[in-house]
Nanobody, 125 residues
Framework: QVQLVESGGGSVQSGGSLRLSCAAS????????MGWFRQAPGKEREGVAG???????MLVDSVQGRFTISRDNAKNTLSLLMTSLKPEDTAMYYC???????????????????WGQGTQVTVSS
């Protein structure tokens, strides 16, 4: 079955960096669109970054220039490099997979069927 396992979360100070990873299994990874979402306490889950099967990324405006999404189809892994972290980046981060997607909907929660359990990122000021 489809499995998505996130890792790399932790606690950092403002301005620090983290790299999140998502190990995917149970499906043909290279043919799936992938995404990172986050949910802070008391807030709705929001799309942070997505990448289609061609490797074309999309980032939400609030992380442009700070976060980079990438995929390694040989290793079935998805990464999110987060730099210049801010306290408002504090959230649970989730990896997601979709068997089909339209690029313009890469940050939409409804695009994705499969979800990981999440990894916590905490940024202190």
């Amino acid at each position: 079955q489809v499995q998505l396992v996130e890792s790399g979360g932790g606690s950092v100070q403002s301005g620090g960096s983290l790299r999140l990873s998502c190990a995917a299994s149970g499906f043909t990874y290279s043919t799936y669109c992938m995404g990172w979402f986050r949910q802070a306490p008391g807030k709705e889950r929001e799309g942070v970054a997505g990448i289609n099967t061609y490797g074309t990324p999309m980032l939400v405006d609030s992380v442009q220039g700070r976060f980079t999404i990438s995929r390694d189809n040989a290793k079935n892994t998805l990464s999110l490099l987060m730099t210049s972290l801010k306290p408002e980046d504090t959230a649970m981060y989730y990896c997601a997979a979709a068997s089909a997607c339209q690029w313009r909907f890469l940050l939409h929660e409804n695009t994705f069927r499969y979800w990981g359990q999440g990894t916590q990122v905490t940024v202190s000021s």
